[in-house]
């Protein structure tokens, strides 16, 4: 699992959607090109467009998950990689936040439930769907994810949202102990093998776990977290 690259599915969603959300006051894009009429689109526009390219060329129609790359690269799985499916999750809250309520909003939050994986206990998200066998689980992983189950459920108030949440904080808290001060490992499956380089104590799994702990402290106020 070291497709952590900068060509994810995420990226070119977020270029456009970090602008939707500015309080820049120049809210409009006009299309460069002198020879064409002029176009003027507002961001909040062009950040729907880039979503619907991402449902148009990277969601595999026959099993709900999305492409890791477009166009698919040779070596390319069948599908993306959980990290990937992350960046659209966060770019959808925001979709969400800024007032669209399409129903395909939904897809990639149906794509994650392929990833989730209760077979291990406790129950938490594979690097990969878990349809094609029973991958890594990574900490780094889960924690953004459930910083995004955390957004959704501010915007959404569903409370089976809110209990997957604290079912990741279970999965959070086999990760951490006081080797070499603290924090969290990496990857659940290296945690207990010192000799391989993949046990180890990452600071974006213990910063990410931190965050959403605490944010899930403020709503339930429920102090193991």
């Not at 467009?49 to 099993?63: A, E, M, S």
């Given at each position: ?168 904080a279970e999965f959070s808290l086999t990760g951490e102990n006081n080797v070499a001060g603290g924090g969290m490992y990496w990857v659940e499956q290296y945690r207990n093998k010192p000799e391989s380089d993949m046990c180890n104590k990452a600071v974006c799994a213990s910063a990410f776990t931190t965050t959403y702990l605490l944010k899930l402290y403020q709503i339930t106020k429920n102090e193991d977290y």
């Open positions: 699992y070291t497709m952590k690259n900068t060509h994810k599915l995420s990226i070119l969603f977020f270029s456009f959607l970090l602008f939707s959300c500015t309080e820049n006051t120049d809210t409009a894009m006009t299309h460069p090109d002198p020879t064409e009429p002029g176009v003027t689109i507002t961001y909040r526009e062009k950040a729907k467009q880039v979503f619907d390219l991402v449902q148009q060329n990277y969601k595999i129609n026959n099993t709900g998950l999305y492409l890791e790359n477009f166009p698919k690269q040779a070596g390319d799985r069948e599908a993306s990689y959980l990290w990937s499916l992350d960046g659209l999750l966060s770019g959808v809250n925001q979709l969400k936040a800024i007032g669209y309520k399409d129903q395909k909003l939904n897809d990639a939050f149906l794509a994650a439930e392929k990833y989730y994986d209760t077979q291990r206990t406790p129950a938490a998200y594979a690097a990969y769907p878990v349809q094609y066998g029973l991958e890594d689980r990574f900490y780094d992983d889960n924690a953004i994810i459930a910083l995004d189950l955390l957004e959704d459920y501010h915007l959404t108030n569903n409370p089976a949202t809110l209990e997957r949440v604290k079912k990741i």
